[in-house]
């Protein structure tokens, strides 16, 4: 067991505390214009079920946040375990993320296809927290695929979540 208690050795503590917490694997898509932007997160919550919210974080300076901003509407996309690739994809730095993506246009947001769920939220306010903006979205269309099992990130791994 490794324990940190050095306030300047946190930072890469806390990463690698945070490997230790299997999550499931959202991209986030909004449009720039008409073309379609998304990033991968692994910060995404439901906030409230009266008004249905939910929260997303997106690191400040990304494409993703400025079209967000701009439209005021994103979209939530589950990512199912047969699209591991589609995280790494949108998580990296410079590349045509959207090239050979199946995906279709919902309220203005473009929305991946055969994903495990999709939503398309309003942007009810956006909060700064130190690198990354806090986005809370109202829902205003969602969908789920009952027989679509998601993908779980883990120690910086992709893993299918089996029944």
Do not use: K
């Amino acid at each position: 067991m490794t324990t940190v208690d050095d306030a300047a050795d946190t930072g890469p503590a806390l990463r690698r505390f945070m490997r230790r917490w299997p999550g499931g694997v959202a991209v986030v898509t909004s449009a720039a214009g008409t073309e379609p932007v998304g990033c991968t997160v692994s910060a995404f919550l439901s906030v409230s079920l009266r008004p249905p919210l939910v929260l997303v974080s997106l690191a400040e300076g990304s494409r993703t946040l400025a079209a967000v901003e701009r439209q005021g509407r994103f979209g939530v996309n589950v990512l199912a375990a047969a699209q591991s690739d589609l995280a790494t994809r949108f998580a990296a730095p410079t590349c045509d993320r959207f090239s050979d993506v199946p995906y279709h246009w919902e309220h203005g947001v473009p929305v991946l296809e055969d994903t495990v769920a999709g939503a398309v939220c309003l942007v009810d306010r956006i909060v700064a927290a130190a690198d990354h903006a806090l986005v809370l979205g109202a829902v205003h269309h969602c969908r789920q695929d009952d027989t679509t099992r998601p993908v779980v990130f883990f120690a910086g791994s992709y893993y299918g979540l089996s029944p």
